[in-house]
């Protein structure tokens, strides 16, 4: 039997931002940001009970902080993200549990629409099947977090939708350990994603995402399940492009059906033509012009949901092809692919805007604003234009502006 737990919620229409004063982090000022959490849990109808013993226990984790600040010296590349995280030993593991827990895969597939190699590839990116759920108490995580006024918003939700489970009986404080942003269990869920979506797969009468497999891989189906997930139909695939492409179309949100598609010229990895089916897709290079290409499809959006990374969800549909017998990425890295530093980042982006090509802050951060700045320089130089921004670029940024 599998069933979708139901968990009660009052809705906070209106919650006053006085109950959550700004923190300076002294333990003053945090055990001040936790009682207008009290006040605000209490409005929402959380017990006394869970107010006195679970919320105002909570501790300031200042390791949770920093490792909210820390950003990494390195903008990690397409090719080290890939190579990382689909191995050869994590497609072999892969392997041997998706054929361990084929039945109960196969139930949730049955159930919610999603195969079993998919769930296996988000079991393996999330947790390494299981071998890593984290050390870090969730409260304490998301009650920090929720009195850091950078993402307060976000996290005072996630706070909320987890002391209702400690609430309703679902988990006990003790079991709540996670990721340092509060990602529990084996598929790494948010509180008010376990929340909305739990699946008692095994009808004991609660969902326990830690110890029992089943009820996290059904929770996640019916997560990808609620967010459009289609079964039938791939995640994208990789693609060969014919040497005169306008690498400009390489944008999400540039969505063609796929015979569009193929009349500019694009095939399979192979060289065959591309599948004859009523999709759209869109053109991804991870790596500019001098990478692969893939073609990706509603399903590769919906990863996205679940992990807003390009590169995240390329490696789900990447490792689930190989789990389920297909062969890995086709292309290899090509010669000087090497990363950028943060500073590399921030440079290319001041030559950007001193060349009059509008990168937005100057932060160090690759965002949708500085690619379409690159991407406007490559054309005005006659470069092609992929937006994809690495060291050759910058050298060329560097050569163009007259200055090292």
Not at 14 to 19: G, T
Not at 140 to 169: E, H, K, W, Y
Not at 224 to 231: A, I, K
């Amino acid at each position: 039997m599998v069933a979708t737990l139901r968990f009660r919620r009052t809705l906070l229409l209106s919650m006053p931002l006085l109950l959550l004063p700004p923190v300076a982090f002294a333990d003053d000022g945090f055990r001040a940001c936790v009682e207008g959490l009290a006040e605000q849990a209490r409005i929402e109808g959380i017990s006394n009970a869970t107010i006195d013993r679970d919320l105002r226990s909570i501790t300031l984790q200042r390791r949770v902080l920093e490792l909210d600040r820390r950003q990494p010296e390195f903008v990690q590349t397409f090719w080290q993200y890939y190579e990382l995280r689909v191995s050869e030993q994590r497609v072999q593991t892969g392997r041997e549990r998706l054929a361990e827990y084929r039945q109960a895969l196969e139930e949730v597939h049955r159930e919610y629409g999603v195969r079993p190699e998919y769930m296996v590839a988000l079991w393996g990116l999330e947790t390494n099947f299981g071998s890593h759920f984290g050390e870090m108490p969730v409260l304490d995580s998301i009650g920090t977090l929720a009195c850091d006024p950078r993402r307060s918003g976000f996290f005072r939700n996630q706070l909320m939708a987890a002391l209702r489970l400690v609430d309703a009986g679902h988990i006990r404080t003790e079991r709540m350990r996670g990721s340092w942003a509060g990602a529990m269990g084996h598929l790494q869920f948010m509180p008010s994603t376990y929340e909305q979506h739990a699946v008692d797969a095994t009808g004991d009468g609660r969902s326990d995402p830690w110890e029992n497999l089943e009820d996290a891989l059904a929770t996640g189906a019916n997560y990808l399940r609620s967010m459009g997930w289609r079964d039938g139909q791939r995640w994208g695939r990789e693609v060969r492009l014919p040497e005169d492409f306008d690498y400009g179309l390489a944008d999400l949100d540039d969505r063609r059906p796929l015979a569009e598609w193929a009349d500019l010229g694009v095939h399979r990895v192979d060289g065959s033509p591309l599948p004859q089916a009523d999709m759209e897709a869109a053109l991804l290079l991870p790596a500019g012009h001098r990478g692969p290409a893939f073609l990706v499809y509603r399903n590769f959006r919906v990863i996205m949901r679940w992990n807003m990374s390009t590169s995240y969800a390329l490696a789900v549909g990447l490792l689930a092809d190989q789990l389920a017998g297909g062969e890995g990425l086709r292309a290899s890295e090509p010669a000087g692919s090497e990363p950028l530093r943060r500073d590399d980042v921030r440079e290319l982006q001041q030559r950007l805007a001193d060349g009059g090509f509008d990168p937005g802050p100057v932060d160090g951060i690759l965002g949708r604003q500085t690619r379409a700045a690159v991407r406007a320089f490559q054309h005005a130089e006659d470069l092609p234009a992929d937006g994809y921004p690495d060291a050759r670029l910058l050298r060329q940024l560097r050569a163009s502006t007259g200055s090292d």
